[in-house]
Nanobody
């Protein structure tokens, strides 16, 4: 069974940086993709970055483009994907979720992902 765990959230001042990690164990779909989503209180879940594991192609939401970088390490089981977040803003405050897509077609739509983690809180103070 695929198990996804996020880590690295916390409290940071505006302008600061955080690096989130996502470990996906038993995820054996080497053509798959891993994405990061976030959900702020009262708002819909937003897809912010996705990486295709085999090609390393990436896609970003406009809201984070140029500030956030998604990457992966070379290991399998678990697959570990990172989200480096720089120049953080108070509006980046949200619960950040990691999700896995088995087939590598997913971009930023939550409906395309098959497995989800429990999320990690990121709070950016003004």
């Amino acid at each position: 069974e695929v198990h996804i765990v996020e880590s690295g959230g916390g409290l940071v001042q505006a302008g600061g940086s955080l690096r989130l990690s996502c470990a996906a164990s038993e995820f054996t779909f080497d053509v798959g993709a891993i994405g990061w989503f976030r959900q702020a209180p009262g708002k819909e879940r937003e897809g912010i970055a996705t990486i295709t594991l085999s090609t390393l192609s990436t896609v970003y939401a406009d809201s984070v483009k140029g500030r956030f970088t998604i990457s992966r390490d070379n290991a399998w089981n678990p697959v570990t994907v990172y989200l480096q977040m720089n120049s953080l803003k108070p509006e980046d405050t949200a619960v950040y979720y990691c999700a896995a897509d088995k087939w590598g077609f997913a971009q930023l739509s939550a409906a395309d992902f098959h497995y989800w983690g429990q999320g990690t809180q990121v709070t950016v103070s003004a």
